[in-house]
């Protein structure tokens, strides 16, 4: 009889939903998804992007799953009560999982799981939190008693790369309970094949914006809010280019609370281009609108973005405090780490980039994130439950 699985996670992602489907379609072990946030059906608000986002691939296709009533008064992913499933722990025995998998803590019905199935059944826990913010002090020892406490409850915990390694450990979980599940995109459908002509509509879409062949472009696609720290890059380009000394082009594409702030900014420069919001099956196309993209974050606990980026050909430029940055960056060889403080740092990155080296250099990006991918997710987790 194969070994049954329960995974416990908020609502539909399309980061995640992929590899739910290959663990089913391997059938391998028997999984099922529990997700929380039953308000989250169809789509969901997103506060910086300001709009309600409903993914264009599909997410609830190929594998078993089931959304649990969430109660909460104030029903959503922004606070601790906002996921009260009452209902949840009672689906869950009845299911019969030979391990539970719940995707964080910081939610009211998601840290009840973690206390009931304790000593009951092993309980897995995938997060990706890091050190990389942490700021010396009596609220951070205060946070790490708070959260040894809690990672007590865990036998296992799936970490997603060094930085999230670090933090597991710093908070009470040793090496033996450690199990690396990179972080991972569908490579594949980020490439160029006859059927999709990524390429090409990307240049066509790089004309339509006014673009020429003989142009340097520089993508940031996201959120438009603080913590991605886009004035930064806005500055460094807008010194590079004041400087003469390596005219390159800005294309930021996204939507966010700092849109306004930003457009006026860069309004007197005609070397700076906005895209809004552009949903999943347009990202592939996306990605090839840069020669390289940058992530200038003064936190991001990963950075998928990087990944997307690479599966599309495209060398990363990335600030230290993204978490991925040790994991996927060779530096100068498929891209760039450079400190999150320092501008100069970054306006010399741009000042250095030449079209020929970033083709190069996107091959290899290419090369290394395909040692990230959902088989290698999939087949860690057979693995950890069928020798359990």
């Known amino acids: 009889m194969k070994k049954k699985l329960a995974i416990i996670t908020t609502h539909p992602i399309q980061y995640n939903a992929p590899w739910f489907q290959l663990l089913a379609k391997r059938n391998n072990i028997e999984v099922k998804v529990f997700y929380t946030w039953s308000q989250s059906k169809t789509s969901v608000k997103d506060k910086n992007f300001g709009k309600q986002i409903t993914w264009d691939i599909p997410l609830l296709e190929g594998y078993d799953y089931e959304f649990v009533e969430n109660t909460a008064k104030n029903p959503g992913v922004h606070h601790f009560f906002g996921i009260n499933c009452k209902q949840l722990i009672p689906k869950i025995e009845a299911y019969k999982p030979d391990a539970i998998l719940v995707f964080g803590w910081n939610f009211i019905s998601h840290l009840k799981a ?23 002090g009596f609220k951070t020892k205060l946070r790490r008693l708070a959260l040894t406490r809690v990672y007590k409850y865990v036998d296992q915990a799936l970490y997603v790369g060094e930085a999230n390694k670090d933090y597991f450990l710093k908070h009470g979980l040793s090496n033996q309970q450690l199990l690396y599940v990179p972080h991972a995109i569908d490579n ?17 879409w790089r004309k339509e914006l006014g673009f020429s062949n003989r142009d340097l472009v520089v993508l940031y696609a ?3 809010e603080p913590n991605k720290q886009l004035h930064i890059l806005l500055d460094a380009v807008i010194d590079v280019n004041n400087k003469k000394v390596n005219r390159i082009k800005l294309l930021l594409l996204g939507n966010g609370p700092l849109e306004q702030d930003l457009k006026t900014k860069a309004k007197p420069y005609d070397f700076v281009t ?12 996306v990605y090839r609108l840069g020669n390289v993209f940058c992530l200038p974050s003064v936190s991001e606990t990963w950075g998928l973005a990087i990944n997307e980026s690479m599966a599309s050909k495209r060398p990363a430029i990335l600030s230290d405090k993204v978490g991925c940055a040790k994991d996927i960056i060779v530096h100068e060889k498929n891209g760039w780490v450079f400190d999150h403080t320092n501008k100069k740092e970054l306006v010399e990155v741009l000042k250095s980039l030449d079209k020929e080296s970033l083709k190069i250099m996107g091959e290899h990006a290419k090369e290394r994130i395909n040692n990230f991918s959902f088989d290698n997710i999939v087949e860690a987790i057979e693995s950890a439950l069928i020798n359990e």
């Open 188 to 204: 594949e459908r980020f490439e160029d094949s006859a059927e999709n002509h990524y390429d090409q509509q990307a240049s066509n």
């Open 274 to 285: 906005f895209i809004p919001f552009q949903n999943q099956k347009k990202m592939p196309v």
């Open 222 to 224: 996201g959120k438009f």
């Open 114 to 136: 973690l206390r009931y199935f304790k000593g009951k059944i092993p309980v897995w826990f995938r997060g990706d939190s890091t050190l990389l913010n942490e700021v010396p």
